[in-house]
């Protein structure tokens, strides 16, 4: 069973049960997702964290962590706003893409943030940066179950 029908049935099985917060993973030879649920119906969701574990889990190269974090920026075109590669950390083995112009909402601006690891560990969160208090913080992710189930096909994808 593909992982993007595991998670489409983990979904379903919890829509109906309505326990939230809740956190839940799925596998498969490829990969691990864990997504850290803060509401969920029968047409979208809501999310404070997704991570994507590429297995099997080998150190990743700073030459294939930037060049992973680039096929995501190509792939993932369909958020509320554009991914851009903000910093390669080849010293730490992290690739940061944040959203290349993020949402203004009041006195804040809201955008994603994926972070990569040199042990193949993707996450990917949202976060509202205060103007006033100059502090961020995680706003939950909204999603339609069509465009996670997208963009789970394309994080993948792009882990070659």
Request: glycine share 4%.
């Amino acid at each position: 069973m593909s992982l993007s029908k595991k998670i489409a049935d983990a979904l379903d099985e919890n829509t109906r049960a309505y326990v939230m917060p809740w956190t839940v993973a799925v596998e498969d030879a490829r990969g691990r997702l864990t997504l850290r649920l803060t509401a969920l119906d029968s047409v979208g969701l809501a999310f404070t964290s997704l991570e994507y574990a590429v297995l099997p889990r080998a150190e990743w190269t700073p030459e294939s962590l930037a060049a992973w974090g680039q096929r995501i920026t190509n792939k993932v075109v369909y958020l509320m706003e554009p991914l851009k590669v903000l910093e390669v950390d080849a010293g730490g083995g992290l690739v940061q893409l944040r959203s290349q112009s993020p949402t203004p909402k009041v006195d804040q601006r809201n955008y994603y943030e994926i972070r990569l690891h040199r042990d193949g560990m993707l996450t990917m969160e949202r976060f509202a940066f205060d103007e006033a208090a100059r502090t961020r913080s995680i706003v939950p992710c909204q999603l339609t179950r069509e465009v996670l189930d997208r963009l789970i096909g394309d994080l993948r994808a792009a882990a070659v």
